[in-house]
Nanobody, 125 residues
């Protein structure tokens, strides 16, 4: 079992930056694909970014490509999401997720087995 806890969300003005963290406990994350998703009330959860087990492969949604950076520190069992040039449409609850060991980076939520409780990101115009 893997427990994930996100932090770093908050309120920021458009054009600002935030860095989300996802700390894991229980089993190690070191060999798992990881991802960030976000959800707005009334809408489906959407993929934001994913990373493979050693950080050599990353994927981003078109909406965040060039603005967000996903990274991981396996020694610290932590996943990060650096978010720059934030816009009001980035407002959502952000979730981190852990997938199968050594699995490929996938954009589908069904490819992840463990989820955090989410952290709210609000971008004001």
């Amino acid at each position: 079992q893997v427990q994930l806890v996100e932090s770093g969300g908050g309120l920021v003005q458009a054009g600002g930056s935030l860095r989300l963290s996802c700390a894991a406990s229980g089993r190690t994350l070191s060999r798992r694909r990881m991802g960030w998703f976000r959800q707005v009330p009334g809408k489906e959860r959407e993929f934001v970014a994913g990373i493979n087990w050693n950080g050599s492969i990353t994927r981003y949604s078109d909406s965040v490509k060039g603005r967000y950076t996903i990274s991981r520190d396996n020694a610290e069992n932590t996943l990060y999401l650096q978010m720059n040039s934030l816009q009001p449409e980035d407002t959502a609850v952000y979730y981190c997720a852990a997938g199968s060991p050594l699995g490929p980076v996938t954009t589908s939520g069904s490819g992840y087995d463990f989820w955090g409780q989410g952290t709210q990101v609000t971008v004001s115009s």
